[in-house]
């Protein structure tokens, strides 16, 4: 009987033990995976990469460089009448171009988002805008006078006929068809020798004659940083133009 009480109670301590170790184990295996979680490091993650910004790359993939050329660089130039020739970039202008949403004089002018570039070699301008692009070789200073009588005229003409119809017009040293009118505004003019001021606000008159001769009118509003002037010379294209 007492075999059989002590054999029982025997076994019940041993249950019990078991008892108590499995929850020592559990408890203990519990808390290893725990401090494993606090502890474990965070997965390693690459930096993002950063993009560089995308060149302009509407047109002749020489846009692209002569856009982000520096004041230093050299630009080679066909010349349509002497030939090529290199010059240094010793100025830089940025224009950006403006449009009304209706023509009315109470109409804002805005930016369209459209940004043309010129680099001024000392003697000669590299000028673009839109699809043409001029090398202009010569320039003449215009009076207020000036721009009413010889071109604001025509380029009223123009502007009434939603700029479809032929205007031509008379300018030394030749005959011209106006192709373009518009406002612009210079967002960035740095270097030397520009006639022109950052934020300076001007019209233009681009006009075609024979043999590719090119005029370019830039009409600057009164004390706005910006010497009004006619350039002549050529329209030229990208296959022209060598940024060294």
Not at 61 to 84: C, D, E, L, S, Y
Not at 172 to 199: C, H, M, Y
């Amino acid at each position: 009987m007492l075999l059989n009480v002590l054999g029982g109670s025997a076994c019940c301590l041993s249950f019990f033990a078991f008892l108590v170790g499995l929850v020592f184990y559990i408890t203990r295996n519990d808390s290893q995976k725990t401090a494993s979680t606090r502890t474990a490091p965070p997965p390693k993650t690459k930096s993002p990469v950063q993009a560089k910004p995308t060149l302009p790359t509407i047109g002749h993939p020489m846009r692209a460089k002569f856009v982000n050329a520096q004041i230093g660089q050299n630009i080679t130039v066909n010349h349509p009448q002497r030939g090529p020739f290199t010059g240094k970039i010793i100025g830089s202008i940025q224009y950006a171009e403006l449009w009304q949403k209706t023509n009315a004089p109470s109409t804002p002018w805005t930016p369209t988002g459209n940004t043309f570039t010129a680099h001024w070699l000392g003697n000669f301008m590299i000028y673009e805008w839109q699809e043409r692009l001029y090398l202009l070789d010569e320039y003449e200073a215009l009076t207020d006078q000036d721009i009413q009588t010889s071109f604001m005229p025509y380029a009223k003409t123009f502007a009434q006929s939603n700029q479809t119809a032929k205007v031509s017009f008379a300018w030394p040293p030749a005959s011209w068809t106006i192709v373009d009118i518009g406002k612009f505004s210079v967002s960035q003019a740095e270097g030397d020798g520009l006639r022109l001021q950052t934020n300076a606000t001007g019209r233009f008159i681009h006009a075609s004659g024979a043999d590719n001769r090119a005029l370019v009118v830039e009409d600057y509003q009164s004390g706005n940083g910006g010497q009004d002037t006619a350039w002549t010379g050529w329209q030229i294209e990208w296959k022209d133009v060598e940024v060294q």
